[in-house]
């Protein structure tokens, strides 16, 4: 499948904390070659090549979304998130409601109109808890009847579109599926090299439920035992909001390395060794210190002791259903992995 295929249909994908199956069944069928391990968390795992230190390639299947709590009277349904997002962010949006059945019921997020809020409810901030979705119907037995109950997923109801011009994808859960392409991307380009010609084995890990505690990655590092992770991200944009001088993931002007977030301090030798090899092979990166976030590589580092970087892909409007990333910045994530699984030999490692 051509690369910009293949990242507007994982955007497209059904995949909210918890419910990856589409998601985690795609990436498999993209990488039949290798064979990859499906648990029944349906996390993906595998470890190519013949000897050396393992390095642990990693992106999360999941993406932010929504879970019906309770069906009202009306219809209308309580719910919670699936991941952090903002009640800004979910106002007013489109979802997808994954019923029993297996079919999907489009639905709105509602918050009361304007004509019937009160003068103190017009000054209140947004409130989730306020807030139901509404796929149409009048009546609890309406909704049930379409296959809908306590339990059911939502995702953003979003289509994938790619701007040329731009070199820009518009669609959704960029957070992680982009991550998730450009791991594809980096295993089909090592495999067509020929695993057996690195000097490390190659381990693949594609992860559910991130978004909630960073949950699956666990199993598939308890199962590969890494010794050193490249952790895959779609990363927050501030190129929109910041100050010139404090921005640190700009679309279009590289992957971002992270040198801190709330969750874990990055190695620091590991990180000089990615930003003078990016250097070297002539890869933009952007480098950042973070006061929030917190990924994959936090949970694999204080765990196991993992030396971990993030490769973050800057996306504009994360944990949002409308967001923006750079093809350029997915190429350019790509090429330092690729870079990178070269240059970790054992000596290499060993100095971490």
């Known amino acids: 499948m051509e690369e910009r295929e293949r990242i507007e249909q994982l955007s497209n994908l059904f995949g909210p904390s918890g419910f990856e199956d589409e998601v985690s069944d795609f990436v498999r069928s993209e990488l039949k070659e290798l064979s990859l391990h499906q648990d029944h968390m349906r996390n993906l795992s595998g470890a190519f090549g013949t000897d050396g230190p393992v390095v642990m390639l990693d992106a999360h299947l999941d993406e932010v979304g929504l879970i019906v709590q309770a069906i009202k009277p009306d219809g209308t349904m309580r719910f919670l998130t699936l991941g952090r ?47 139901v979705l509404d796929c149409g119907t009048s009546s609890k037995e309406e909704t049930e009847a379409l296959g809908i109950s306590i339990g059911s997923p939502a995702a953003p109801d979003v289509v994938c579109r790619y701007d040329q011009n731009l070199h820009r994808f518009y669609g959704k859960a960029f957070d992680c599926r982009i991550g998730v392409a450009a791991e594809i991307e980096t295993l089909k380009r090592l495999e067509r090299e020929g695993f057996d010609h690195l000097s490390c084995r190659v381990g693949a890990s594609f992860a559910v439920q991130e978004e909630v505690g960073e949950r699956g990655v666990l199993v598939n590092a308890s199962r590969l035992q890494p010794d050193v992770m490249i952790c895959f991200e779609g990363c927050p944009a501030d190129d929109t909001f910041s100050e010139d001088y404090m921005v640190q993931a700009a679309l279009g002007k590289g992957p971002m390395l992270r040198n801190m977030d709330v969750s874990m301090i990055t190695n620091w030798r590991f990180q000089k060794f990615a930003v003078d090899l990016a250097k070297q092979c002539g890869i933009p990166v952007q480098q950042s210190v973070r006061a929030g976030g917190g990924t994959n590589a936090a949970a694999v580092n204080s765990r196991f002791g993992t ?43 060993g100095k971490l």
């Open 85 to 131: 997002m903002a009640p800004e962010a979910v106002a007013a949006s489109s979802f997808r409601i994954r019923t029993d059945k297996g079919t999907y019921v489009p639905a709105v997020v509602a918050c009361k109109p304007p004509h019937f809020r009160s003068s103190l409810e017009k000054n209140m901030p947004l409130d989730i808890s306020s807030m």
């Open 307 to 349: 030396p971990a970087i993030v490769i973050g892909i800057p996306v504009r409007y994360i944990h949002s259903p409308n967001c923006f990333v750079d093809e350029r910045d997915y190429e350019n994530a790509v090429k330092l992995a690729v870079a990178l699984v070269h240059a970790l030999t054992a000596s290499n490692v």
